[in-house]
Every structure is written in C-alpha cells, then in structure tokens.
C-alpha cells in the first residue's frame, strides 16, 4: 500500500509556455500532500504543502504565481509551472502524507523531469 | 526551523564492506528522524524511522540507525554492502507534530562489484 504515482514522468516544454504536473494517491487519501524540488546531486527542496481544499502554503523564496497548486481531492494535487524558464528545469517530486498510528509518514511518487528549452 | 547536515557526499565501498553514513540534525525540540534511499532512476524509498522507544531501529535491507540524542545524530549503518545498494542515502528530520520534513543534502554511495 501507501503508492504515489505522478505524471508525466518526462516534460519538455518550450520557454514562455504552462506545464501542469499531477501528483496521485492510489490507494489512500492523503489530506496534506507536498511539492519538493531536486537539482542534480542536491537535495530536495520543500516548495509547498498542499492541503486538499485550500489553499497552498509556500516555503519561503518560492513564487506562488509562478507555481501555482491546486489539492482538489483527496487523491489528486497537481503543481502547474506557469510561463516556464530553463531555470525551471529540475526534478519535481510531490509526496503524500498519511498517519499510520501514532506516526506520520511520506510517500514519494517517481518525479516529473522537466526540461525547459 | 531543523537543519539537517550529511557528512560523507560520496562513500565508495567494495562489497562485504561495512558502511556507517553520518547525520546530524540541529532542533532543540522532540524530533521524527528517516532514512531515505533512492536508486538509481527510481523514487525515494524510506528505508527505517524513528519516532520513539528504541534508539537503534533496524529498517529494509540489512540497515540499521542509532538515535543518539545528546549528539544529535541519526548515523546510518550495514555491515556488509551489496552491489545493489548503490544509491543515493538521504537523512531527514520533522518536528514532531510537524509534518514538513527537512533533508540532508544526501550521500551517493557506490559499491564496486
């Protein structure tokens, strides 16, 4: 159990153009899921949390408008990157939250790679 | 907020060798420790946590972590590597009660054959 799936797994997009990424829970609902940011041979990056229902909250530094997200469901977050720069290629990796007893897990999907050209 | 340091960026061991990768986490609060492990092309795995109880906890494959409170450290071990754990280890750390994690900036380690 606990499987994120995330889609696309590979984007290429031209610079000044939307991409919209989706981030699911499949066999658990997951009120809380998070957007996560990877560069090559660096960590991961908490971007934003994203709570079914309302509105995101976004970790310092990161622009809003330029990412916008949306939890609709309880399975379902999706991150879109609006008017995309090369500077906006990266490794995006969305996580689900969900409490087993009296801990608190994540659950990573596979990542979204996106190339900006 | 917690930061989270990893003190090896890349660990390279034959195999059968024993493998202990450093984590320190600065927070002054109660603290939920992880190890991750990502292979490559694949998504992050965790790979054992620690909530409360026991300080050593043992997770998949062969590893184990000790809480070690007063020095703030999560240290990762396995006494014999195989091939197949290449990957990169990441350490993180969540306030309890928090559900945002920090990472650490994560340790590639490659096993030669």
């Known amino acids: 159990g606990a499987v994120v799936s995330q889609h696309p797994s590979r984007v290429i997009c031209k610079s000044g153009t939307s991409v919209k990424i989706e981030c699911r829970s499949l066999?658990?609902?997951?009120?809380?899921m998070f957007w996560y940011r990877q560069f090559p041979k660096k960590s991961l990056m908490l971007m934003a949390t994203?709570?079914?229902?309302?509105?995101?909250?976004?970790e310092q530094g990161v622009e809003k408008d330029k990412f916008l997200i949306n939890h609709a469901s309880l399975t379902l977050s999706t991150l879109t990157v609006t008017s995309a720069h090369p500077e906006d290629s990266s490794f995006y990796i969305c996580?689900?939250?969900?409490?087993?007893?009296?801990?608190?897990?994540?659950?990573f999907g596979p990542g979204t790679r996106l190339t900006v050209t | 907020a917690q930061s989270v340091s990893q003190h090896n960026h890349h660990v390279i061991l034959s195999e059968a060798a024993s493998l202990e990768l450093g984590c320190n986490y600065s927070?002054?609060?109660?603290?939920?420790l992880f190890w991750y492990v990502q292979y490559p092309g694949q998504h992050l795995q965790l790979l054992l946590k620690?909530?409360?109880?026991?300080?050593l906890v043992k997770g998949i494959k062969g590893f184990e972590a000790e809480f070690i409170k007063s020095k703030f450290s999560f240290n990762l071990r396995k006494p014999s590597v195989q091939w197949s754990d290449t990957a990169e280890y990441f350490c993180?750390?969540?306030?309890?009660?928090?559900?945002?994690?920090?990472f650490g900036a994560g340790t590639t380690v490659t096993v030669r054959a």
């Open positions: 996580s689900a939250g969900r409490t087993s007893g009296s801990s608190y897990e994540q659950y």
């Open positions: 066999d658990f609902q997951a009120t809380t």
């Open positions: 994203s709570n079914e229902g309302s509105k995101a909250t976004y």
């Open positions: 927070y002054g609060g109660t603290v939920n």
């Open positions: 620690y909530f409360s109880g026991d300080p």
């Open positions: 993180a750390v969540n306030a309890r009660g928090d559900y945002k994690l920090s």
